[in-house]
């Protein structure tokens, strides 16, 4: 099992000057336009004398554009750049882009890929049209890791002590909601085992419903996760278990064949034994008291 991360007051490697600096620029939000030294220290509670320094820091090296006749910031293109170096390094999202439009064409629905940002899952690719009604997220967008099925997917593929760690995270950031939001993300395990997929239905947002897959890469990169989601008048549950899960599931199985091209007899005889796994960790997770259960039991 893995050590748990070091809190960053008892940790001496950790930067506390810089960990501040990237929550500031953290904290504009794709919607935002300008943001007020007050506004950036509510959203990164931190003292507004210490935003103040590190506004004027991160002006000075190109990271904030300041806006004088409001007293405001922006980012500024260096911090733009940043987000743009990333994207261009992710292979994931340009070769799962054809995989995603396809999958938007034939289901009508907004397709995206995710990966984690805390305790949020973030778009860096997103496949949507004209007629994908009511489904407003674009790349940058942030969906709750808890409540989502994008979210819960990449929940569920992380390793037991990594999953168990982000959900005392969640835990303890939802607070009084913790039952509630437990039990959806049991639900949704109890799905993943059975049928490989994710569900949120109106779960986060009430005329929203979806379904996520997760992809885990053999290159040490990820969990990454796709979501397919639409209105929930379009989208109903039924369809999400029989229809738009399955082809999810398929989509990404795709990508996944396409990134580590034709397996050899090794890998498939390794696929298979892994297949065995698989169906033995779905029964446990099925079973009174399985898997999923005793996942959570000491999360309560």
Request: proline share 5%; glycine share 10%.
């Amino acid at each position: 099992m893995k050590r748990p991360a070091k809190k960053p007051a008892t940790d001496r490697s950790f930067v506390v000057a810089l960990s501040r600096g990237l929550d500031v620029l953290r904290a504009f939000r794709p919607s935002d336009g300008l943001l007020g030294n007050q506004e950036l220290a509510a959203r990164t509670n931190l003292p507004k004398p210490t935003i103040s320094r590190l506004t004027y820091t991160l002006t000075k090296l190109g990271y904030l554009t300041p806006v004088p006749r409001f007293e405001k910031y922006q980012l500024a293109p260096a911090a733009m750049a940043l987000g743009y170096s990333a994207l261009a390094n992710m292979g994931i999202r340009h070769l799962s882009d054809p995989y995603r439009d396809q999958l938007m064409r034939e289901t009508g629905g907004a397709v995206a890929i995710g990966a984690r940002d805390r305790l949020s899952m973030i778009y860096f690719g997103q496949s949507r049209s004209e007629l994908t009604v009511g489904v407003l997220l674009d790349v940058g967008s942030k969906v709750p890791i808890a409540t989502t099925a994008m979210g819960r997917a990449y929940l569920w593929a992380l390793a037991q002590d990594e999953r168990e760690a982000l959900m005392d995270e969640i835990r303890e950031h939802v607070g009084a909601h913790w039952p509630k939001v437990r039990d959806g993300i049991v639900r949704s395990g109890e799905t993943v085992a059975k049928y490989g997929f994710a569900l949120s239905a109106g779960e986060w947002h009430n005329d929203i419903h979806a379904a996520g897959v997760a992809l885990r890469l053999n290159d040490g990169t990820g969990p990454y996760a796709f979501n397919c989601g639409a209105p929930a008048f379009k989208f109903s549950e039924d369809l999400l278990l029989n229809d738009i899960g399955p082809r999810l599931v398929a989509m990404v199985r795709n990508i996944e064949i396409a990134m580590t091209g034709s397996a050899t007899q090794g890998a498939q005889k390794s696929s298979n034994n892994n297949n065995n796994k698989d169906k033995s960790d779905t029964r446990k997770m099925k079973s009174p008291g399985g898997k999923v259960a005793g996942i959570v039991e000491g999360i309560r």
